[in-house]
């Protein structure tokens, strides 16, 4: 089975600054996607940014960029510039690659609650 | 754009009572998935149906069930409520078949079961 873990329960940055969150995963797949997910107070999930296992190269968007080490099986989370609106929980997520059907489910972290300090 | 539809978003059920949440997926969406999130805890995945049939199942009780209709919106049914069962349920749905889809996940059912 699947694991995936984030050793940081928490998390503090000063606004404007920097911030990196930890995630590490066990299989023994070879194609597979990983994710992080935002969940602010409103408990809604939002996809910040995910990346196909067979890419080697590692995914960014806007603020938000990854650091994917496949044969480490870790794959962390930079936050550049980080705004009072990021303050949240922060989910890692693996996802199985099936080639016929995309409907395998997500199997989350226990997540990083993640504070902006003014 | 249209997003997936959870409803009711509130529940309020007493121990050994019924409840049945609903999802509607995103419009061409086949796929609809089922999470539990536990107070202070990460989303578990609970069951998913794929065209109508069931695809994947997880650490759902034998006291839930669900299914997923012709139109494809689908329905979570949990019988003997528990104090435990009170937690927030996420539908996600993604359109399958390609092995690339996306999950969109709804705002959510909070349930509380007093």
């Known amino acids: 089975a699947q694991t995936v873990t984030q050793s940081q329960p928490e998390m503090s940055v000063q606004e404007a600054e920097t911030v990196t969150l930890s995630c590490t995963y066990d299989t023994s797949e070879s194609d597979y996607y990983l994710f992080w997910y935002k969940q602010p107070p409103s408990r809604q999930m939002i996809l910040v940014i995910r990346q196909e296992a067979y890419k080697q190269q590692n995914a960014t968007e806007n603020r938000f960029s990854v650091n994917f080490q496949k044969a480490a099986k870790s794959f962390s989370l930079k936050i550049s510039d980080s705004q009072l609106g990021d303050a949240a929980m922060y989910f890692c997520a693996y996802r199985r690659l099936i080639s016929n059907f995309g409907n395998e489910k997500l199997t989350f972290g226990t997540g990083t609650r993640l504070t902006i300090i003014p | 754009a249209a997003g997936v539809i959870q409803s009711p978003r509130h529940l309020i059920k007493e121990k050994r009572e019924t409840a049945t949440l609903k999802c509607y997926p995103i419009?061409?969406?086949?796929?609809v998935y089922w999470y539990q999130q536990g107070p202070g805890q990460d989303p578990q995945f609970l069951i998913s149906?794929?065209?109508?049939?069931?695809?994947d199942k997880g650490s759902i009780p034998d006291r839930f069930s669900a299914q997923q209709f012709s139109d494809y919106h689908s329905e979570l049914n949990m019988s003997s409520l528990e104090l435990g069962d009170s937690a927030l349920y996420f539908c996600a749905s993604s359109l399958g078949g390609t092995g690339d889809d996306e999950q969109y996940f709804g705002p959510g059912t909070r349930l509380t079961v007093t």
């Open positions: 149906f794929y065209e109508k049939m069931q695809s």
């Open positions: 419009p061409r969406h086949d796929t």
